[in-house]
């Protein structure tokens, strides 16, 4: 009897921890949503580049915007779903989406090349690692170490792409 009142007590304490997260962190919950409305908008982006890209190199970089919108997308899910988790509400809807964004939206045209389309692709990837690199200070800050390991994976994931990248276009990562 005296193990199932330690147990209940256990389930108590640890439904109350969930609690008292949803009650805190407001700068952890600010920046996952901030992170969905950019990694939303970066995958419609990227989705344009790969519909839109032409010339030379087309046949490699073509299916490879299909991984970077996957690893995009998986991004997407982990950050919503810990912001669900924490008690937030994640942008869902398009006008959200953009009225949050810090990516420009660019209208989609046949006259740039593969090197001016994967500049674009650069660019975003290089505000997505600024803006992992808040959430880790901010999730230091708050002491959120599940939301920062959330984007330490990100980052490292981000830069290796922007390392790549760069390199396609003959430059420095300038990480």
């Given at each position: 009897?005296?193990?199932?009142?330690?147990?209940?007590?256990?389930?108590?304490?640890?439904?109350?921890?969930?609690?008292?997260?949803?009650?805190?962190l407001p700068k952890t919950k600010e920046i996952l949503?901030?992170?969905?409305?950019?990694?939303?908008?970066?995958?419609?982006?990227?989705?344009?580049?790969?519909?839109?890209?032409?010339?030379?190199?087309?046949?490699?970089?073509?299916p490879k915007m299909d991984e970077y919108i996957a690893?995009?997308?998986?991004?997407?899910?982990?950050?919503?779903?810990?912001?669900?988790?924490?008690?937030?509400?994640?942008?869902?809807?398009?006008?959200?989406?953009?009225?949050?964004?810090?990516?420009?939206?660019?209208?989609?045209?046949?006259?740039?090349?593969?090197?001016?389309?994967?500049?674009?692709?650069?660019?975003?990837?290089?505000?997505?690692?600024?803006?992992?690199?808040?959430?880790?200070?901010?999730?230091?800050?708050?002491?959120?170490?599940?939301?920062?390991?959330?984007?330490?994976?990100?980052?490292?994931?981000?830069?290796?792409?922007?390392?790549?990248?760069?390199?396609e276009l003959g430059q420095d990562p300038s990480l």
């Amino acid at each position: 009897m005296m193990q199932m009142k330690n147990e209940a007590a256990k389930d108590v304490v640890s439904f109350a921890n969930v609690n008292h997260l949803k009650q805190e962190l407001p700068k952890t919950k600010e920046i996952l949503n901030q992170s969905v409305a950019d990694l939303y908008t970066a995958r419609i982006a990227i989705h344009q580049v790969h519909w839109y890209m032409r010339g030379a190199g087309f046949m490699i970089w073509h299916p490879k915007m299909d991984e970077y919108i996957a690893s995009i997308d998986g991004y997407l899910d982990e950050i919503s779903e810990r912001l669900i988790t924490l008690g937030g509400k994640p942008y869902s809807t398009l006008a959200e989406f953009v009225s949050h964004t810090e990516i420009t939206e660019l209208k989609g045209h046949f006259s740039k090349d593969v090197a001016e389309s994967l500049e674009r692709v650069l660019d975003i990837y290089r505000y997505l690692a600024k803006l992992f690199t808040k959430g880790l200070e901010v999730t230091d800050e708050e002491g959120d170490d599940v939301t920062n390991d959330i984007y330490t994976a990100a980052q490292a994931e981000v830069e290796k792409t922007i390392w790549m990248l760069a390199a396609e276009l003959g430059q420095d990562p300038s990480l």
